[in-house]
């Protein structure tokens, strides 16, 4: 009796497993199919929306990077080239110069140049730039806005999500297609329905 | 008439409102200067991503690291082969791809393609997610013997394995499903990637980590020098799927070439406590038929009792989703409303987005983690009753086999098999 069970018994496994195979590689083709409907050749990665920012400074401590990779970018077309800059200056600085105490930065990582009277240029070191958003919260709210954060995907690790993104209070940071990966103030406007077209 | 002539006045006001706010936009506060030195401005640089081709080049690697493998476990059966192709993906997917991409996370993407009509899945997620799985399923965990690098890091440092007594990795052995579909449940509520949060390894292979991600790896990796890969063994829920694509794999490698000869030698050979010995089959048959029967009968049982509890999670469950925290924050308190030092709070004030439109939201999030931590507390139920049912069930076996679903197929038990081809 036992001994003539023992290949019903083998079959019937086998049989098990190759109806629960199929079924599973069934499950495998639907997820697939699901997904391919919608998939993208390039990649996606993580950009802030700068007319969304708020400025809270949690990209330079959330960032998985340290110091963050996100800094400070500097749209030259929309700087009116002030002398009292309220990107680059203390709110009542003691005077309009480069000394370190009327420095908004804390890190000192914008460079105040003259032009010619009564014109400056910034320029920021993006080496020394910790993506505070102090400056871009002065130039927003006393200049053009001209100042503002971006993330640098050659310090970006694109991480599957972002850790900022997770905490931004202002829900700026998103994925966006990886061949346009900039969102950069000037060319990139606040209506990007109309920028499209 | 009167009501006609407002509707007029409203209608010119707003058009109004709309150029004047246009043009107030489309100008500056303060115009750029027109330089008279010859000043040339400099260009606002934008570093570029990294190369897409070199994506493609992560997935071409992926297959070439999966087919040696298969090549080098079942064919070859080779422990030294496997070895070396782990180092080398510890080395690529690790230290070079320094994490990401990878397919335990790989999960939360696909779910997210399914859930979210505005998230289009990368197409290297997808065949990441998929290639080791559809791998799994006609040859073992292949990917966990050597293509992962979460893997092969705890692989390494495995010196002292000791076994765990069985109750203990049963119950342990829980985990993994219960990560997965809190995974799920938050991808699918739009809430976040926990996997990814909560990858352990990640910090080591970046050289840089928050805090809580190194502690999380250093101690995974203390305690992994006892037990042999604690994360995949008991946390990875990407090793959930392979398991249950394993378990039915058609070509799962063996310990034995050929046939068995009962000489005990492998019995302690695996660190993961993957081997399953000869279980003979004791009483008779066809009452073993029957309580297995009922075991399958008290199965919808555990699934109910799961889903109450599930559904009794929910609201802690849905704080994890910040658009549902923030609202209950605030309604709890009100007093926040007015902390210069809460920083989603001031957003959320500063942006003037109505509380009631915030609830309304709140809402309807709540209701989809109602229907999720049911599914989930019932699939819980489900895992537990089926686990039991497998503790308490004999399964006849006469030779020392792997069991699939737990085997790594890391091919350390063959060198211990006296049998030769």
Redesign the interface.
């Known amino acids: 009796m036992q001994d003539n069970?023992e290949p019903k018994?083998i079959e019937r496994r086998r049989f098990i497993?190759?109806g629960?195979?199929l079924a599973?590689?069934g499950t495998?083709v639907g997820?697939?199919a699901?997904?391919?409907k919608?998939?993208?050749?390039?990649?996606?990665?993580w950009q802030i929306d700068p007319f969304k920012c708020?400025q809270?400074?949690?990209c330079a401590t959330e960032c998985?990077?340290?110091p963050s990779a996100v800094k400070c970018?500097?749209?030259?077309?929309?700087?009116?080239?002030?002398d009292l800059c309220g990107g680059y200056l203390k709110p009542d600085p003691n005077a309009r110069s480069t000394a370190a105490e009327n420095q908004l930065c804390p890190t000192a990582a914008i460079q105040r140049r003259f032009?010619?009277d009564p014109?400056y240029?910034y320029?920021i070191d993006e080496n020394l730039c910790i993506g505070c958003a102090k400056c871009v919260a002065g130039c927003t709210s006393f200049?053009?806005g001209s100042l503002h954060l971006?993330i640098?995907?050659?310090?970006?690790?694109?991480?599957?999500?972002c850790?900022i993104a997770?905490?931004c209070?202002?829900e700026a940071i998103s994925?966006i297609p990886?061949?346009k990966?900039?969102q950069?103030k000037?060319g990139f406007r606040?209506t990007p329905a109309k920028d499209k077209g | 008439m009167n009501r006609f002539l407002k509707y007029i006045f409203f209608l010119v006001i707003l058009a109004f409102g709309t150029v004047n706010s246009m043009a107030a936009e489309s100008k500056q506060r303060f115009p750029k200067p027109e330089f008279a030195t010859g000043y040339s401005q400099p260009n606002t640089t934008a570093p570029a991503a990294r190369f897409q081709l070199l994506e493609y080049l992560d997935v071409t690697v992926l297959l070439a690291v999966m087919l040696i493998l298969t090549w080098l476990v079942l064919k070859k059966r080779s422990r030294r082969g496997v070895f070396w192709v782990s180092a080398f993906s510890l080395l690529y997917f690790g230290w070079y791809r320094e994490g990401c991409i990878c397919a335990v996370g790989s999960v939360q993407n696909v779910v997210l393609g399914i859930v979210d009509p505005t998230y289009a899945i990368p197409v290297t997620a997808l065949i990441f997610f998929l290639l080791p799985l559809i791998f799994a399923l006609f040859a073992g965990r292949i990917f966990c013997a050597g293509a992962c690098p979460l893997g092969a890091i705890q692989d390494l440092i495995a010196f002292k394995p000791i076994e765990l007594p069985k109750w203990l990795q049963k119950v342990l052995g829980l985990i993994p499903f219960l990560y997965l579909g809190l995974a799920v449940l938050l991808v699918a509520t739009k809430s976040e990637f926990i996997i990814c949060r909560y990858d352990p390894f990640v910090g080591f292979f970046r050289w840089d980590a928050p805090f809580h991600m190194l502690v999380l790896g250093i101690l995974f990796l203390l305690v992994g020098v006892f037990v042999a890969r604690p994360y995949c063994r008991f946390f990875c829920p990407y090793g959930v799927l392979l398991g249950w694509m394993s378990r039915f794999s058609s070509h799962h490698m063996k310990i034995t070439p050929s046939a068995c000869i009962q000489c005990k030698l492998c019995a302690n050979s695996c660190p993961f406590g993957a081997i399953n010995e000869p279980v003979a089959e004791t009483g008779k048959r066809r009452s073993n038929v029957y309580r297995l029967m009922v075991y399958f009968l008290v199965l919808p049982f555990w699934i109910g009792i799961g889903g109450y509890a599930g559904s009794k999670m929910h609201v802690q469950l849905s704080r994890f989703n910040r658009t549902v925290y923030l609202a209950d924050l605030i309604i709890e308190h009100p007093e926040v409303k007015n902390d210069p030092n809460n920083i989603d709070v001031r957003t959320f004030m500063s942006l003037g987005k109505s509380m009631d439109k915030l609830i309304a939201e709140a809402v309807v999030i709540r209701k989809q983690f109602e229907t999720g931590s049911l599914i989930l507390g019932g699939f819980m139920g489900l895992v537990i009753g089926m686990s039991l049912i497998r503790l308490s069930t004999f399964r006849k076996r006469e030779d020392w086999e792997p069991d699939q679903t737990n085997c790594l197929s890391c091919a350390r038990c063959m060198p211990y098999c006296p049998v030769k081809e």
């Open positions: 069970s018994n497993r190759n629960m195979q599973l590689a495998l997820v697939a699901l997904s391919v919608k998939t993208r050749a390039s990649g996606m990665v708020v809270c400074g949690r998985v990077r340290m970018v500097h749209a030259y077309n929309l700087c009116g080239y002030c032009i010619e014109f240029e320029v200049g053009n971006q640098r995907h050659n310090l970006c690790k694109n991480c599957n999500e850790a997770r905490v209070p202002a994925r990886a061949d990966p900039y950069i000037g606040k």
